[in-house]
């Protein structure tokens, strides 16, 4: 019954998009559409494990949120009329997608939808007018199909934030055309969505904040995603570049925690738990990455990634050429975590010592926001290569600095571990 359940999910997860997209495209209302395809899919997750999942899925959900936002429409005496009148010209089977196998019908109104209405939607949800913050959110409603109490528990917050959050994006976005960016737009609005995915699975990997360190719907949630947006432009180099380092990263999953649920970094996993068939796959891509134009800063990062995970030990790992790459990558943009991993890579290639040099210049550039987040990392880091460098005390000091700022509970767990393990008077 649970494996049903989890396919009936990921079903609906699939669908959502694109019957969000045919009610857009029909009746041009997002807001009461959205809401009325979030009915759908939560009558859908009540009634088809008990049913059985209909022969046309996508149709059935179609019906059932047409139905819902007409309802809402006929509330109002002008929009009412304007729907009777669209109804009355729209063939009775315009909703009814078409069986598995055929394509398309001519008409416009009476088309299926198609896989197009997830790029699209990822596009309004993507919004420049929207806070990142926004934009994370509305993307996990909209086009994840997540109900506002998932993505709340996903980040933390209460039901009612967060519903107040997605509902002043919906009215932010209100009024904006159901259609994809202009060609001169396209290429800034393109980068805000992979921003918004790659934000995403982030959180997955590693929750900024709470009990556990991986949240593995939302870390899925972006890989299914962004293997749609590829889909969709399957020789776009950032988003083949993308998808090869989420599925490169998330394949170390499987040993980055130990039987009580503690953080086991990255030099001391298990290498045989890797997800292997991740890795080989993510290998692939990223390699079709590099070939499909210059490299970018998801396709650099996807390289980086494959070198780590080509190890079959921690001392195997090509370190001279991860710094290579992230030289090229620092180059290209002003990200501090990226600066911040060149500064592990130095410490790696020309000592432990070089490498503290690399972070305390950084101590004073990192970003404006997040500033708490950002010296956890740079103490964390610190930590790590002065106790490389044979000098407990200030490790045990940058350790715990660290440990006090995350607001991660196992990380910061990992920390003080690292701190009392080293010799040396409480501090």
């Known amino acids: 019954m649970g494996r049903a359940t989890d396919d009936i999910e990921d079903l609906l997860r699939r669908h959502a998009p694109q019957v969000l997209g045919a009610l857009v495209r029909r009746y041009g209302h997002f807001d009461p559409a959205e809401d009325s395809v979030q009915e759908a899919l939560i009558a859908a997750a009540g009634q088809w494990p008990r049913d059985g999942i209909p022969d046309n899925p996508r149709g059935w959900l179609i019906r ?160 299914r995603l962004t293997r749609a947006v590829r889909r969709l432009l399957p020789h776009e180099g950032r988003v083949t570049g993308l998808l090869a380092l989420m599925l490169l990263t998330e394949a170390r999953t499987p040993a980055r925690t130990g039987p009580d649920g503690e953080l086991i970094p990255l030099d001391e996993q298990d290498r045989a738990r890797w997800d292997h068939t991740a890795i080989a796959e993510g290998i692939a891509l990223a390699e079709e990455a590099l070939a499909q134009g210059p490299a970018g800063d998801y396709q650099l990062q996807a390289a980086i990634a494959a070198l780590h995970d080509e190890a079959g030990r921690a001392e195997d790992t090509d370190w001279p050429q991860i710094l290579a790459l992230y030289d090229v990558l620092v180059r290209r943009t002003p ?26 210049a950084l101590a004073g550039a990192g970003p404006a926001g997040r500033a708490e987040q950002w010296h956890y990392r740079l103490d964390a880091v610190r930590g790590h290569l002065l106790e490389r460098a044979g000098d407990p005390d200030a490790a045990r000091t940058a350790y715990r600095a660290a440990a006090d700022a995350t607001l991660s509970e196992p990380e910061a767990r990992y920390l003080r571990r690292r701190a009392d393990r080293l010799n040396g008077p409480d501090t």
């Open 64 to 223: 059932v949120a047409s139905r819902r936002l007409t309802d809402r429409l006929r509330s109002d005496e002008a929009r009412r009329r304007r729907e009777e009148t669209a109804a009355a010209l729209t063939p009775a089977d315009a909703f009814v997608a078409p069986p598995p196998g055929e394509g398309p019908g001519t008409s416009s109104l009476g088309r299926a939808p198609s896989e197009d209405d997830t790029l699209t939607l990822l596009f309004l949800c993507c919004h420049p007018a929207l806070s990142p913050a926004a934009q994370i959110a509305l993307t996990l409603r909209a086009v994840g199909g997540l109900t506002t109490a998932e993505i709340a528990r996903a980040h933390l917050v209460p039901e009612a934030t967060m519903a107040q959050r997605i509902s002043r994006a919906k009215r932010a976005v209100r009024g904006t055309q159901f259609r994809q960016p202009d060609a001169r737009d396209r290429d800034q609005r393109l980068a805000a969505v992979l921003q918004v995915l790659y934000l995403i699975f982030n959180e997955g990997y590693t929750a900024t904040a709470g009990p556990d360190l991986h949240r593995t719907d939302l870390a899925r949630e972006a890989i």
């Open 335 to 360: 990200d501090p975590a990226a600066a911040l991993g060149r500064a592990v890579a130095v410490a790696m290639v020309h000592g432990p010592r070089a490498g503290l040099a690399e972070v305390d």
